[in-house]
């Protein structure tokens, strides 16, 4: 089993930055690759990045690529995710992910909401 646990989220004006970080424990080592998704609501759960947990570029959404940027610090077990720009329509409860072979997402943390204020 493994455990997600996100944090950083919060209250940011338009134009500002926030971070989140998701640590996981347990079986890491099995991980295929962690991801951020993002929920707004009324909206469906809409992937926003990935990244793998060895080697290989990044993915990201259209609606966040050139503004977020997802890193991972294996020696910690964590996966962050770097906002910047951040725009009212980023509103939203932000989840960490996991697979164990990219087939479907296999762990979920808890969630963070962010608000970005106009």
């Known amino acids: 089993q493994v455990q997600l646990v996100e944090s950083g989220g919060g209250l940011v004006p338009a134009g500002g930055s926030l971070r989140l970080s998701c640590a996981a424990s347990?079986?890491?080592?099995?991980?295929?690759?962690m991801g951020w998704f993002r929920q707004a609501p009324g909206k469906e759960r809409e992937l926003i990045a990935w990244?793998?947990?060895?080697?290989?570029?990044?993915y990201y959404a259209d609606s966040v690529k050139g503004r977020f940027t997802i890193s991972r610090d294996n020696a910690k077990n964590t996966v962050y995710l770097q906002m910047n720009s951040l725009k009212p329509e980023d509103t939203a409860i932000y989840y960490c992910?996991?697979?164990?072979?990219?087939?479907?997402?296999?762990?979920w943390g808890q969630g963070t909401q962010v608000t970005v204020s106009s």
């Open positions: 990244l793998k947990r060895t080697i290989g570029s990044p």
């Open positions: 347990g079986r890491t080592f099995s991980l295929y690759r």
């Open positions: 992910a996991a697979d164990l072979d990219s087939s479907v997402w296999d762990y």
